[in-house]
């Protein structure tokens, strides 16, 4: 029963794809409102069955409906009911069910948002759309059909990987990442739109870029959380493996970031058009290449939890995708011609530019590093991996250089900065940062890259507070306002701005949690006998004892452990092990103790039988927190940059951005 | 604004080898740094000196043992690369081909970084010979709508 709905809805919501591809087409051709609206009809059909889909597959989950293959993969009678909702998204099946869904929410509201606004470009937006969500309709109805059966019938389902029925996290983390990838269809489809339509003017400009924060926002929420999980649960005591999976999340963040920066320098000097479009295709090229890693096993990966065929059809759609829009792209060049020049080498136009020129750089290094393997073994038939060492070295330099810029873009005039305005603002933050550096070296920080990393976050942090308290100050000048008062308001009357200026900040935090936690983390691996201790930093670890229980769906070893903090007691800790009868090696659930100053995170590495003995693994990680902190504060940054202002009229617009964007004026 | 970012780059590299090669370190300092260059054989992307896996902790403790014998670790890691060819090592080594992967990136960046400065110069000249007008920041039409939105606001 519901396999066959679940077929039959994906069927059909793939037929009215195919149909509204056809009637926009044709009404466009022929100018036909009607079948404009007709296609976007169908947008709002495929929407409500994908939701059935969902549904059905939901209840087929729950309701424990063995018939269905991934349902017997995915789900098991002793798999709490959570684990088993959020197993929709544990396999490719019921992911790419998931990705439909998404865009289908997603097309919706664009399509319900902008069509009344965007006359001229709604149709072919529609189009692309739809285009976009027949191909993956089209991986659901055959070669990774969620709703496939099978016979006889098994009694118990397989459940879910242990690793994904382990954290609360693993509902947040794959559907932000998800919402982040399926998000930048929308900027991409109307960059098409612009470049079908011949209107390239700044106004899918000014469209996108609510459109793309958004994305912009998931796909940060997505990375962050990822990085939270792979820290709690895979029990290796980091976050962040340089793992071809995480690497091909960073990579569309890092080219939408670069997108974000330069359609500012479009909407106000008109310049950068054709990079604008090209940054956007790439962009969401980006986005299905991940799915693609994610998904096709080509690279082994922490995170890959499905092999399937579907990587060649991936790949054929990124071809087709990437030589369609660049084409267009070449085809409209003389109309993406510069309207205005600039006027410095010293300027925020030439900021943005350089800061382009890193963001990509990076991307680079980071595609090139995670392809290289595939690389060196078609040019050399020899196996290599490229792994943290590498990452780092590569990366490390060009990340500092934009977190210099990052500290100086928002605050240099446009157009052209004078020396003496140069100095007015940086003067004071230079040296005050020049004056943290010291005192971090005084106590005991050594090495450059550290202390440029910290040197760099904190001239950030003084900058972005710098322009904060002056705007507060001329309000309260002007208006004689109270401070927290002058201070929201300066915020909400600027929101783009300041919301960008807040996200900088939570970078700054990221950056220094990131510098701290590895470069003076603390580890230990010692086998302890009950009542025996190791040392670490300030902490005394003890040995307790062992013990273990059944539970419905595996059994668990747990250490016993208490933490001193010289001699008084400060905490209980209990690093496991779980057994699964499905898997041969046991999962690893570790213990984290977080503050604000460290976490210290233990994790059972092996044990006696007999409770004799247990060998623990302990890591003081000093500023860990800051890394979540910093990660909150983007996202925050991130939503009152997109937060909607119910009194501001569409043709506000322009001048708002004028108002807002005068930098360092005080 | 170039020669700057370059010399940050090139100071960015040395110091890195620098770092590598330099710092000593207690014995179990030196085998978890090293431990960091090998790969897990038996994880998916994880290094011997994170992976809690079994065969890790082995591979950790020939590491040590290997350290206390007082080979070093060059010596250590041609050993691994012997036994499990070049895919142990977690950086591709500088040699040969893998300088692709590990010039490319900044033959990039500062290949980038010239056209972006030349395109500016272009464009400033360009600006300069056809300066009829000045851009957008002084257009009245501009400034007498944000006078009324201003006041607007304000109320």
Known sequence: MIATLGRFSIWFALAIAVYGVCVSILGIRRHRPALIESAQGAIVSIFGLSSFAVLLMEAGLVGHDFSLEYVARNASLDTPVFYTIIALWGALEGSILLWIWLLGLMSVLAVMIESKRQRELMPYVTVVLLCISAFFLFLAAFPASPFTTISPVPPDGRGPNPLLQNHPLMAVHPPGLYAG??????????????????????????????WSLVAWGFLTIGIIVGGRWSYEVLGWGGYWAWDPVENASLLPWLTGTAFLHTIMIQERRKMLKFWNVALVIITFALTIFGTFLTRSGILSSVHAFSDSGVGPLFLGFIGVVLFLSFSLLVYRSDKLQAEGDLDSLVSRESAFLVNNLLLLGFAFSVLLGTLFPLLSEAVRGVKVSVGEPFFNTVNVPIGLSLIFLMAIGPLIAWQHASIESLRRTFAGPLCLSIMGTGICWFFGVRGLYPLLAFGLSLFTV?????????????????????????????????RRRYGGLIVHLGVAFLVIGITASSVFKLEQEVTLKPGESLQLGRYQVRFDDLSAWQEPHR?????????????????????????????????????VRSTMREDLYLVLSSFAKDGTSATVKALVRPLMMWIWVGGWIMILGSLIAIWPDRRRALAADSVEEYVAWQPGRS | MRSALFALLVAGILSAQWASAA??????????????????????????????????TQMREVVHEKLQNGESPDQIRNYFVSRYGE????????????????LLPFVAIVGGGGIIVLTIRRSIRRGHKGNVEPSGSTDPRYTSQLDEELKEWEQ
């Open chain 1, 181 to 210: 990838y399926v998000g930048w269809a929308i900027p991409y489809a109307f960059g098409m739109a612009a470049l079908i339509s011949g209107r390239l003017g700044e106004t899918w400009i000014r469209t996108v870029r609510r």
């Open chain 1, 555 to 591: 059994f668990v070893v747990q250490g016993n452990f208490t933490i001193f903090n010289s001699n008084h007691k400060v905490a209980e800790m209990r690093p496991a092990k779980r057994f699964y009868p499905t898997e041969q090696q046991p999962i690893g659930t570790v213990d």
């Open chain 1, 462 to 494: 003084i900058t972005v507070c710098q322009e904060f308290v002056n705007g507060a100050r001329t309000r309260r000048r002007k208006t004689g306002e109270g401070y927290l008062t002058a201070l929201s308001k300066l915020t909400s009357r600027g």
């Open chain 2, 23 to 56: 710092v000593a370190g207690s014995l179990e300092e030196q085998t978890l740094r090293l431990a960091a260059e090998l790969r897990c054989p038996v994880c998916q992307n994880l290094s011997v000196a994170d992976s809690p896996s079994e065969m890790a």
């Open chain 2, 87 to 102: 895919w142990i090592l977690l950086a591709p080594t500088r040699q040969g081909f893998n300088w692709v992967a590990w």
